[in-house]
T-cell receptor, first 116, second 111 residues
Framework: EPEVTQTPSHQVTQMGQEVILRCVPI?????FYWYRQILGQKVEFLVS????????KSEIFDDQFSVERPDGSNFTLKIRSTKLEDSAMYFC??????????????FGSGTQLSVL | DAKTTQPNSMESNEEEPVHLPCNHS???????IHWYRQLPSQGPEYVIH???SNVNNRMASLAIAEDRKSSTLILHRATLRDAAVYYC????????????FGQGTTLQVKP
């Protein structure tokens, strides 16, 4: 089965540094998402992206966060100035079509971000 | 987003069936019922989804109540690999296709 690929699997950074988390969604998918999961907590929605623009974002996704699809295959999440509380597992997801509910979401295996 | 209610945890014995319940009394007519699971240290993984009729696939079965206010995920023969957090999520029209995760049910499978 096709996969969503995320790199790196682990990222360690210093507080205040910029990080870019990378994802390669499934090739014919058009809708892309980022989620995060702080250790021991639930999976939280960050942002959805379609047609080269953000279609929805949560309260967590503030000005420190940005997303981009720089080419036809990659989808990135940038955190401009990392804080300790950004330490979490970040999951990328994609689906072929958007709303309507009758389609499954494919998730990557995640990038564990540790901010020191 | 309509809410779902699941037990925090359940236990099962290996090779026995498991019935994971979910209540969604405020479900709307266009909401699909989705189940995902998250194995330890992995991303969420799709299990099954349905609208009104019961559904079967190679992983599980989904039984949906006639009034659609509850559903049950059925694992026919639990294996140790099925130990995971199982999430019941409603996904309907008029949104961006995002899924909102709750706390889910942590399933423990005993050998």
């Amino acid at each position: 089965e096709p996969e969503v690929t995320q790199t790196p699997s682990h990222q360690v950074t210093q507080m205040g540094q910029e990080v870019i988390l990378r994802c390669v969604p499934i090739s014919n998918h058009l809708y892309f998402y980022w989620y995060r999961q702080i250790l021991g907590q639930k999976v939280e929605f960050l942002v959805s992206f379609y047609n080269n623009e953000i279609s929805e974002k949560s309260e967590i996704f503030d000005d420190q966060f940005s997303v981009e699809r720089p080419d036809g295959s990659n989808f990135t999440l940038k955190i401009r100035s990392t804080k300790l509380e950004d330490s979490a597992m970040y999951f990328c997801a994609s689906r072929k079509t958007g709303g309507g509910g009758n389609e499954k979401l494919f998730f990557g295996s995640g990038t564990q971000l540790s901010v020191l | 987003d309509a809410k779902t209610t699941q037990p925090n945890s359940m236990e099962s014995n290996e090779e026995e069936p498991v019935h994971l319940p979910c209540n969604h009394s405020t479900i709307s007519g266009t909401d699909y019922i989705h189940w995902y699971r998250q194995l330890p240290s992995q991303g969420p993984e799709y299990v099954i989804h349905g609208l009104t009729s019961n559904v079967n696939n190679r992983m599980a079965s989904l039984a949906i109540a006639e009034d659609r206010k509850s559903s049950t995920l059925i694992l026919h023969r639990a294996t140790l690999r099925d130990a995971a957090v199982y999430y019941c999520i409603l996904s309907g029209s008029g949104n961006t296709g995002k899924l909102i995760f709750g706390q889910g049910t942590t399933l423990q499978v005993k050998p």
